[in-house]
T-cell receptor, first 113, second 115 residues
């Protein structure tokens, strides 16, 4: 099925560094979601964005809904070892009844203490 | 609030066996769905439900059945397991209406191995 273009595929950073990742799509969405998945666990919702241009924070995480509705960005400030995991973006069009999420392939984040 | 719960966490089946993966949510969400996650394929939608008594197919429904008799529960049935169904299965739920409609919360997953 359709997938979003998520980059970078992986990042290896030092503790304390800031992290940026993004997702782009050829289609527009009316909702963007960011999830984190750790080994052996399910995706955990980090941030939900519902309006073009919206900027939302959750602790050290900040995400933005692009004004074209075709992209979204996630930033993590002052990374710590427990930030390690795979970060997924997901786009959603919630107008119908099939709330199928379209996922990016994920960004694998490794934090070196 | 337990959120979305799934049982079992792990299961090994032989080809041809049947089993039911359980999913429950306590958030009063109308919408529930099942995804499978495979390396290189990402998360793919199997079946979904918009309320008790209403289910529909996602993008990979073959080999799976679902039913929704209550708002809380959405079991996934494998009628005759095949090795191609080896995967990690996730259940998710969300509100169907309102400002957060479609924002899905996932369970911890069931890891299935079919021999």
């Amino acid at each position: 099925g359709q997938q979003l273009n998520q980059s970078p595929q992986s990042m290896f950073i030092q503790e304390g560094e800031d992290v940026s990742m993004n997702c782009t799509s050829s289609s527009i969405f009316n909702t963007w979601l960011w999830y984190k998945q750790e080994p052996g666990e399910g995706p955990v919702l980090l941030i939900a964005l519902y309006k073009a241009g919206e900027l939302t924070s959750n602790g050290r995480l900040t995400a933005q809904f692009g004004i074209t509705r075709k992209d979204s960005f996630l930033n993590i400030s002052a990374s710590i070892p427990s930030d390690v995991g795979i970060y997924f973006c997901a786009g959603l069009n919630s107008g119908g009844s099939n709330y199928k999420l379209t996922f990016g392939k994920g960004t694998l984040l490794t934090v070196n203490p | 609030n337990a959120g979305v719960t799934q049982t079992p966490k792990f299961q090994v089946l032989k080809t041809g066996q049947s089993m039911t993966l359980q999913c429950a949510q306590d958030m009063n969400h109308e919408y529930m769905s099942w995804y499978r996650q495979d390396p290189g394929m990402g998360l793919r939608l199997i079946h979904y439900s918009v309320g008790a008594g209403i289910t529909d197919q996602g993008e990979v429904p073959n080999g799976y059945n679902v039913s929704r008799s209550t708002t809380e529960d959405f079991p996934l049935r494998l009628l005759s397991a095949a090795p191609s169904q080896t995967s990690v299965y996730f259940c998710a739920s969300s509100y169907l209406v309102g400002p957060r409609r479609g924002t899905q919360y996932f369970g911890p997953g069931t890891r299935l191995l079919v021999l």
